[in-house]
């Protein structure tokens, strides 16, 4: 990619480190309230956020994300008026060998919405709410 596009798709992402005492200790030091210690998997929940994150006992099986501070929109949630973050994911698919990726691809993607202030966003936890995408002209 030219620089200029790739400086405008890295504004799309958040730094995400691996765990270690020294990240951890780095992380700290800073402003943990702008870190989230994430499982290293999908699928969300079991997260620590700011205070909460400490040292795990397998820091192989985490990262360290700085947080996404989105934008906020105003909705209507079960009749009652919220501010709310809308969220989109895309789940891959990838198949390999001891040598060979065979499969890495998108195959399909959620929209959720959550009401600010709630840090995890599982929709079967009753954190976030399902939604789709409306696409509107500029």
Not at 1 to 13: K, T, V
Not at 117 to 130: S, T
């Amino acid at each position: 990619l030219p620089l200029d596009e790739a400086a405008l798709l890295r504004e799309c992402f958040q730094e995400q480190y691996p765990v270690s005492t020294e990240k951890l200790a780095q992380v700290v030091a800073q402003n943990p309230a702008d870190w989230v210690m994430k499982p290293n998997r999908g699928g969300g929940g079991n997260n620590y956020f700011g205070p909460d994150i400490h040292l795990p006992v397998e820091p192989e099986a985490w990262i360290l994300q700085r947080m996404i501070h989105p934008n906020t929109h105003h909705t209507q949630i079960n009749n009652r008026d919220c501010q709310v973050i809308p969220e989109f994911g895309i789940f891959g698919a990838m198949l390999w060998t001891d040598t060979e990726m065979i499969i890495s691809q998108p195959v399909g993607y959620l929209v959720r919405t959550k009401p600010v202030g709630v840090l995890e966003g599982g929709v079967a936890a009753g954190n976030a709410y399902l939604d789709s995408i409306s696409l509107l002209p500029n």
